[in-house]
């Protein structure tokens, strides 16, 4: 059988290749879609590191793959996101690698109010998941802030409404980092200057705020898109300094909003949270100066009528001193019969004692004592002189085995070592005395000091009576002569008290008794 073609089948239509089918295509799509305006739901959306930006344009019949690229994607106003409504310009094409048709989308848009409505509640609750909008998450804005910075136009009203209600209520200093406040540069930069303002180093060259105020007037949902971006949100949630928002009047609400530590209604009203009123501080001030004023002086006077009260109720001095004055008159009333009844009892026992000393005993006791000392010497001798002869034959029995140069040598070394010993011990020796040295001279300037002869250089004064040390005014008029003792010798008062009677001497023994020794 044979393979032969029929012509029939071909005709004369024409052969193209896949590229030239492709390229076709793609003339004929750009030609007749050169520039369409597309209402649709935003689908899939991938944003790959190249910075394109790759998604799906849906209804419910049907899917239109879009590509925006880069140079485009960084000038948009809002960011495509899925599930957002909007309307996209572009112009159709197509990508012969993949066989399918795209849009380069040239500007995109939300499809009106309601679609950015929605976008907005959904990044909420996803913020909202995360934690950002959390309570304990809120810092405490400062009573006083030394230093407030903020964040806002510096061509608007607004900074002026700031500056001058912060001029009336309290004046401060203010840091101002100009920003964008719409527009497609308007949430980089607000977030930038959060960011900065948090960079600042406390006690650098440029101060450190102690309060960050967001601020922009008033305006329709889309002026104040830029605020409702991520990234603000974000970086007001991380800042360090606590942020007050004041974007937009009392009805408009922003992601920022919910994210700071604080929201004021209008940018003025962020002002008075700031700072208190001035002269509110100084009324109140000087109210607690007054009333603190008040409470001393009553309890003063309360305290005074106490101790007025309680030294009614305590004795008079002299009377707490009658009692130890009797005492100290009825111990001297019978001092001088007590120390003649004890100088008695002395001189009985003192005969006692020596009626029972008798010459001829001692003599006695002396002579028996002599006796058993010679008996004992005697004893001695003969016992020492058998171990001694022991010890010697010992001696000469090992006195051949000793070598004379080993002795010699070993006694060297001995002496050697003994010298060293010596030379450490008499190092040790100096050592320990001159510690000890140290602690006796530490010791005796402590003595020195606490002494009372250190104590009369600096003006006192010792007195004494009849000898004894006066310590009281009584003593002292009771005595018969005083003597005052200052730090450079003594001084006498009066006439002195009369010296004791000698002792009576004793009549020495007879020549004949001889000594006890």
Known sequence: ??????????????????????????????????????????????????GHVYLDLKDDRAVLSGVIWKGVANRLATQPEEGMEVVATGRLTTFPGQSKYQIVIEEIAPAGVGALMAMLEKRKAQLAAEGLFAPERKQPIPYLPEIIGVVTSPSGAVIRDILHRLRDRFPRKVLIW??????????????????GFNAFSPGGALPRPDLIIVARGGGSIEDLWGF????????????????????????DTT????????????PTAAAEMAVPVRRDL????????????TALTQALTRRGQRLADLSRAL??????????RQRLDRAADRLPAALVALAQTGQVRLTRAASG???????????????????????????????????????????????????IETRSRKAEAFT?????????STAQIRRWRDQLDALDRTRSTLGYTETLKRGFAVVRGDGAVVTTKAKAEAARALEIEFADGRMALGEPPPKPAAKKARPKPPPTQGSLF
């Open 315 to 324: 004795p008079r001095p002299e009377s707490l001193l009658d009692g130890p």
């Open 255 to 266: 992601l920022i909003d919910f994210a700071a530590d604080r929201r004021a209604p209008t």
């Open 420 to 428: 060293a010993l010596a030379a450490r011990l008499d190092r040790a």
């Open 282 to 293: 100084l009324a109140w001030t000087a109210e607690q100066g007054a009333r603190l004023t």
């Open 357 to 407: 000393l008798r010459p001829g005993l001692l003599t006695a006791r002396i002579e028996r004592q002599r006796d058993r000392l010679d008996a004992r010497a005697l004893r001695l001798a003969t016992g020492l002189a058998r171990p001694a002869a022991e010890k010697r034959r010992a001696l000469n029995r090992v006195a051949p085995r000793l070598d004379l140069a080993r002795v």
């Open 178 to 195: 100009p920003v964008a406040v719409q527009g497609a540069a308007c949430a980089p930069e607000v977030a930038r200057a959060i960011a």
């Open 1 to 50: 059988m044979e393979l032969i073609e029929d012509p029939s089948q071909t005709g004369n239509a024409p052969e193209f290749t896949v590229s030239e089918l492709a390229g076709a295509v793609k003339r004929l799509i750009e030609g007749e879609f050169s520039h369409v305006r597309i209402r649709a739901e935003v689908g899939r959306v991938s944003r790959p590191r190249s």
């Open 228 to 251: 409702n971006e991520e990234i603000v949100a974000r970086a007001a949630a991380a800042s360090e300094i606590p942020l007050i928002s004041a974007v937009g009047h009392e009805t």
